[in-house]
């Protein structure tokens, strides 16, 4: 079953602190990855996507996503978090054909100044 | 501007009142995708179409109707709404291949009494 894993629901971190959220996939194909970001009253943001090729992906607003294949992960990372940043986070995994995405619960991120 | 536009934003009706909530893009997108998003489960897709008089059900379709007549348009109807229907839906779409992101609407917040 297609499925994606966000284990946490709330992260809080400093303003200015580095940032990972954690996103783990269970997918019968060759899985295509994204991040989305929620602000409250808002859409979903495309962050950033990883379909093949290098698996360190960089994405808008300064963040960046590895992909590693033996460990299903797909993280998203942020060197230097601002407090702009706080909002909902979501994992998502899709086939190449077939459009649908399965999203993970959300990571809700908090900053502290 | 690319678009994914929703109405309303907004709606609190009640038990078996029957609504609509429009979905409209300008991007001739063939894919367009209707999801449900409830806290600690996150989006959640109730149906989807790869084009014109062509739709499919997601994962959660009870209690939900679509159809699609033209290409930009994908209404969401609830013939007869109940509590368990409360909750934030997002309309989507792309191009044909996943490949190509997701746009997602701003939401339309449903509050059925």
């Known amino acids: 079953a297609q499925s994606v894993t966000q284990p946490d629901i709330h992260i809080t971190v400093s303003e200015g602190a580095s940032l990972e959220l954690r996103c783990n996939y269970s997918?019968?194909?060759?899985?295509?990855l994204f991040w989305y970001v929620q602000s409250p009253g808002q859409g979903l943001q495309l962050l950033l996507k990883y379909f093949s090729g290098d698996t360190l992906v960089q994405g808008i607003k300064g963040f960046e996503a590895e992909f590693k294949r033996s460990q299903s992960s797909f993280n998203l990372r942020k060197p230097s978090v601002h407090w702009s940043d706080a909002a909902e986070y979501f994992c998502?995994?899709?086939?190449?054909?077939?459009?649908?995405?399965?999203f993970g619960a959300g990571t809700i991120l908090r900053v502290k100044s | 501007e690319a678009q994914v536009t929703q109405n309303p934003r907004y709606l609190i009706t009640v038990t078996g009142k029957k609504l609509t909530v429009t979905c409209s893009q300008n991007?001739?997108?063939?894919?367009m995708s209707w999801y449900r998003q409830d806290p600690g489960l996150g989006l959640r897709q109730i149906y989807y179409s790869m084009n014109v008089e062509v739709t499919d059900k997601g994962d959660v379709p009870e209690g939900y109707k679509v159809s699609r007549k033209e290409k930009r348009n994908f209404p969401l109807i609830l013939e007869s709404p109940s509590p368990n229907q409360t909750s934030l839906y997002f309309c989507?779409?792309?191009?044909?291949?996943?490949?190509?992101?997701?746009?997602f609407g701003d939401g339309t917040r449903l509050s059925i009494l």
């Open positions: 991007m001739n997108h063939e894919y």
């Open positions: 997918y019968g194909a060759t899985p295509y």
């Open positions: 989507a779409s792309s191009p044909r291949q996943t490949s190509q992101p997701q746009h």
């Open positions: 998502a995994v899709g086939a190449l054909y077939g459009n649908k995405l399965v």
